[in-house]
């Protein structure tokens, strides 16, 4: 069969967000930067088939994994059952992942009672109203505001700057002095996470991010930065999001400043998964998600 999964390469940001783009379902994972900056950790190809954008990884147990095909809706049933054939022809069990409710429903509509979807809590992004994260206004933010409020009275000539060439120099200092900080190369996950942040500032106009930093003072240091992009139309996505933790109420901070100046365009913010970490699960939620975004591996039924 001819499908030929290809390496994802910088110069196919174009294509593959053609493609992404008829995506609306607001998952962080489907866009272009997350895929080529993760690629190298998770091994991860591309195939347009029948005019959709279909992802092929593998699967913790090593088998082949694919995506929801990205493309029309009339195209994308096309596109499955070419795929129903590779997987036979690779001697597979077909399994597709990162797949979410609306896309289920579709498979569900076209093969009844033909698919399963197993979803994982751990990979769920956190969606968050834009206004709420800007004024932390309510009862329920009051603790947010104290830490940005705190911050305010310890560092009251702080500045917020947008991240350009003429800064991302700072940026990336203060990424290597928090990646000593959190002793990141004696822990594997930390590694690979700095390692996509030191690339994404590196790569930032190639992959057309938006980022921002705080500084204590004017020329002062860099404490926090932040990168995102815009996910659709009405959602604004944050990657990244990096500050001292022994400076109180940096993380707040940024987080605020950052979607009071890059993101108003937006109603919504997708802060990301919290990849199981109790903490940072802790952490997303204390912030108040409108809701989340699940995402689940499908596999067929068993007859």
Known sequence: MDISFQKIELEDKEL???????????SCDLVFPNIYLWSRKYPTKYAVV????????????????ITFPAGEQEQVQKALERMFAWFQEQQAEFRMHLVQEKEFELLEAWYPDTFQIAYNRD???????????????????????NH?????????????????????????????????EMQCEIDVEK????????????????????????????????IAFTIGEPLDKDTFVVHI??????????????????????????KYVNREEDTGSEGLRKAKLSYRP??????????????
Not at 55 to 61: N, T, V, Y
Not at 290 to 303: A, D, N, P, S, Y
Request: aromatic content about 10%; hydrophobic content about 35%.
């Open 290 to 303: 409108v809701f989340l975004v699940e995402k689940g591996v499908v596999t067929k039924l068993e007859h």
């Open 50 to 65: 029948e005019d959709t954008l279909i992802f092929q990884g593998i699967s913790e147990e090593g088998a082949p994994s």
């Open 123 to 145: 990979i769920a992004d956190y969606v968050y109203e834009t206004e709420k994260l800007s004024s932390l206004a309510g009862k329920k933010l009051h603790g947010k505001r």
């Open 191 to 222: 590694r690979d996470e700095m390692c996509v942040t030191l690339n994404a500032l590196r790569l930032m106009e190639e992959l057309q991010l938006e980022g921002g930093l705080l500084r204590m003072a004017p020329q002062g240091e860099v």
């Open 148 to 180: 940005v409020n705190r911050f305010l009275e310890n560092y009251p000539e702080w500045v917020y700057e947008p991240i350009t060439q003429e800064n991302v120099e700072d940026c990336f200092q203060m990424a290597l002095k928090w990646r000593e």
């Open 16 to 26: 593959i967000s053609s493609y992404l783009q008829k995506k609306t379902y607001r």
């Open 241 to 266: 999001e990096k500050a001292f933790a022994q400076i109180q109420g940096a993380y707040p901070m940024i987080n605020q400043q950052f979607v009071l100046h890059e993101a108003q365009d937006y």
